[in-house]
């Protein structure tokens, strides 16, 4: 059974930081990929980055230079810069084979609980 478990999430102020993380349990990574989505109050979730088993990534415009995703052995990790209000929102950790287009969230096979992070201006 595959489990994700995301933490890392909190309150900050404009401008300032946070790192999420998300612990992978029975999940293989060869060839297969993870990513992070967001889920805003009452908006669509929305792919934020993803990133290969080989290492390759990709960022969505409204974070990029912003936002990074990277992944060490069995945890996947999203360092956020620059927070601005508009990326409060409940934050997951997805896992699955590539689909396109990669930032829907309904071509994902596995997800977690979600951590939410609050921005204030």
């Known amino acids: 059974e595959v489990q994700l478990v995301e933490s890392g999430g909190g309150s900050v102020q404009a401008g300032g930081s946070l790192r999420l993380s998300c612990a992978a349990f029975?999940?293989?990574?060869?060839?297969?990929?993870m990513a992070w989505f967001r889920q805003p109050q009452g908006k669509e979730r929305e792919g934020v980055a993803r990133?290969?088993?080989?290492?390759s990534t990709l960022t969505a415009d409204s974070v990029r230079g912003r936002f990074t995703i990277s992944r060490d052995g069995a945890t996947l990790y999203l360092q956020m810069n620059s927070l601005k209000p508009e990326d409060t929102a409940v934050y997951y950790c997805?896992?699955?084979?590539?689909?396109?287009?990669?930032?829907?969230?309904?071509?994902?096979?596995?997800w977690g609980q979600g951590t939410q992070v609050t921005v204030s201006s």
């Open positions: 997805a896992a699955g084979y590539l689909r396109t287009p990669w930032y829907r969230a309904n071509n994902w096979d596995y």
């Open positions: 029975g999940y293989t990574y060869s060839n297969t990929y």
């Open positions: 990133i290969y088993s080989g290492g």
